[in-house]
């Protein structure tokens, strides 16, 4: 079910109340994206990277790409990636989470429903968090060749669009909010000892992933982009907020003791 925005002005009460109490603490409002990720941040964690290989994948199947996050709140993210991609555009259902909380709602923000608000094709749609009960992939299948998804494990919508005539192209992990929002409120926010803390670091997890869909024409192109942004050096050109994310154990190529499988960020290509 998409949240009420009753839901949303206690969230921001909650937020007020968490700004007056911990703002000794509250490291330059970084830490409030992860404990308030729909106000303040977005349901998934990214980094440079991310955007950077998804902007570099838009701009290899055209050369203006158009680009549509679909649900995509406040924009976090669309505003880093519009940086990259000035065309870039959201489409966000709720009017209610701008005009009712008197936030500035940007223009390339259209208000519109993914049902039947998705009015023309775009060179890549980025749908970043599908709410549990909301299915909107037959109308995204339509509007695109490149589909990139994020899936929170557990919490999101399983985005898969194989039945839509898709291939999965690639995936990799990253930590989701709640990850670091669990070790930031261990170690800032609780009275748990440094040696506790440093316990539960050994079991900490990453659930988010991060899927690339195509149709099969743009499938070589795709990979051989990723594969070319990956020799970039991305432990020196980082967003302000990585630094928390470096801090809590969650490093660009990090692998997590919990489960050695996993190296965050490691780009995993399909057959
Ligand atoms: C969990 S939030 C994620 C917001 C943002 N992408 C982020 O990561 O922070 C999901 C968003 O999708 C929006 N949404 C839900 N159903 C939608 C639909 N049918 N069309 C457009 N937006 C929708 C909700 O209003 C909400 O803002």
């Known amino acids: 079910m998409p949240f009420l925005i009753d839901d949303i002005n206690y969230a921001q ?37 991310d955007v950077e290989r998804i902007t570099s994948i838009a701009k290899a199947v055209s050369k203006d790409p158009t680009y549509l996050d679909v649900g995509c ?46 009015d023309k094709k775009y060179d890549l749609i980025f749908v970043g968090w599908m709410e549990p009960g ?11 060749d490149v589909i990139i998804t994020t899936l929170d494990q557990g919490l999101s919508l399983a985005a898969e669009f194989e039945g839509h005539g898709f291939e999965k192209i690639a995936s990799w992990i990253t930590p ?24 539960l670091k050994e079991l900490r997890g990453a659930h988010n992933l991060w899927y690339i869909y195509s149709k099969p024409k743009y499938k070589d192109t795709i990979k ?31 692998v997590l003791p919990s489960n050695p499988d996993i190296c965050l960020w490691k780009i995993n290509f399909e057959e």
């Open 176 to 199: 989701s909010w709640e990850d670091i929002n669990t070790e930031i409120t261990n170690k800032y926010y609780s009275k748990i000892s440094n040696g506790t803390i440093e316990l």
């Open 73 to 118: 709140g406040y924009g976090d993210f669309l505003e880093k990636i519009i940086q990259h991609l000035p065309n870039a555009e959201g489409i966000e259902k709720s009017a209610d989470i701008f005009f009712k909380l008197g936030r500035y709602k940007p223009d390339y923000i259209k208000i519109g429903d993914a049902y039947n608000g998705i």
């Open 134 to 144: 909301v299915d909107y992939r037959d109308r995204i299948a339509a509007s695109t």
């Open 13 to 49: 009460k909650e937020l007020n109340t968490f700004r007056f109490r911990t703002s000794a603490i509250n490291d330059g409002s970084i830490h409030e994206r992860f404990i308030f990720p729909f106000l303040c941040g977005s349901y998934f964690t990214y980094r440079k990277v």
């Open 224 to 254: 051989e982009t990723l594969r070319k942004s990956s020799k970039k050096d991305y432990n020196r050109d980082v967003y302000e907020h990585e630094k928390i994310l470096d801090e809590c154990g969650f490093s660009y190529n990090e």
